[in-house]
């Protein structure tokens, strides 16, 4: 069963970090590109970071460039969200996702073939 399976999530104080990770189980992410989207409540799901597939090269929306870094362990079959500088505009649910390609933009959903469930970040003091 192809599955993503997100953890890390939880509650943090402003100014805090947290490491989510997206493991995969069924297939290998070795030659996929792999997003972290996020929905905040009453919000659109947007995304937040990527790693290419090939040449490892990443994406990063602007609301979180400097503060998160997103990473990969091929060996692990994983991919990291490293949150630092944690404000309260970063509370949602983020969502992992595989993509065998991406054909135009890497924050489009539909470009996407595999999901996770979410896990939930909380910042708030």
């Known amino acids: 069963q192809l599955q993503l399976v997100e953890s890390g999530g939880g509650l943090v104080q402003p100014g805090g970090s947290l490491r989510l990770s997206c493991a995969a189980s069924?297939?290998?992410?070795?030659?996929?590109?792999v997003g972290w989207f996020r929905q905040a409540p009453g919000k659109e799901r947007e995304g937040v970071a990527c790693?290419?597939?090939?040449?490892?090269?990443?994406n990063y929306a602007d609301s979180v460039k400097g503060r998160f870094t997103i990473s990969r362990d091929n060996a692990k079959n994983t991919v990291y969200l490293q949150m630092n500088s944690l404000k309260p505009e970063d509370t949602a649910v983020y969502y992992c996702?595989?993509?065998?390609?991406?054909?135009?933009?890497?924050?489009?959903?539909?470009?996407?073939?595999?999901w996770g469930q979410g896990t939930q970040v909380t910042v708030s003091s």
């Open positions: 790693i290419v597939s090939r040449g490892g090269s990443t």
């Open positions: 996702a595989a993509a065998k390609w991406i054909a135009t933009l890497w924050d489009r959903q539909y470009e996407y073939d595999y």
């Open positions: 069924g297939f290998t992410l070795d030659y996929l590109s």
